[in-house]
């Protein structure tokens, strides 16, 4: 199973941004809807954000809507979390994956296995 290896993470102040990115060079990036997924320590793990083959439908979590904007290049085979006033809520491990869709929740979930995900620590 191929994994999507996730980066970009840091370390952010309180209304600060980042820009997480999520790579793979060993399958027809274009055929799959990509979700960004996160776990903060002691809790479960939760989705964030979601897109369509072809970016035309996205998803985002009621905490992240207008602070958070998924995008993709399929030629590059990337999909991108840019991630604005952050709060420190948004503290966790960020993770993307191939998901069944973005319609609705039952298609949000994960496709293949988790890859590594990146650290993303909002703090003052």
């Known amino acids: 199973d191929v994994q999507l290896q996730a980066s970009g993470g840091g370390l952010a102040q309180p209304g600060g941004s980042l820009r997480l990115s999520c790579a793979s060079s060993?399958?027809?990036?274009?055929?799959?809807?990509i979700g960004w997924f996160r776990q903060a320590p002691g809790k479960e793990r939760e989705g964030v954000s979601c897109?369509?083959?072809?970016?035309?439908?996205?998803f985002y979590r009621d905490s992240v809507k207008g602070r958070f904007t998924i995008s993709r290049d399929n030629g590059k085979k990337m999909v991108y979390l840019q991630m604005n006033s952050l709060q420190p809520e948004d503290t966790a491990v960020y993770y993307c994956?191939?998901?069944?869709?973005?319609?609705?929740?039952?298609?949000?979930?994960?496709?293949?296995?988790w890859g590594q995900g990146t650290q993303v620590t909002v703090s003052s």
């Open positions: 897109i369509s083959t072809s970016g035309a439908v996205t």
């Open positions: 994956v191939k998901v069944w869709g973005c319609s609705s929740s039952a298609d949000r979930r994960p496709l293949g296995s």
């Open positions: 060993s399958f027809v990036f274009g055929d799959y809807a």
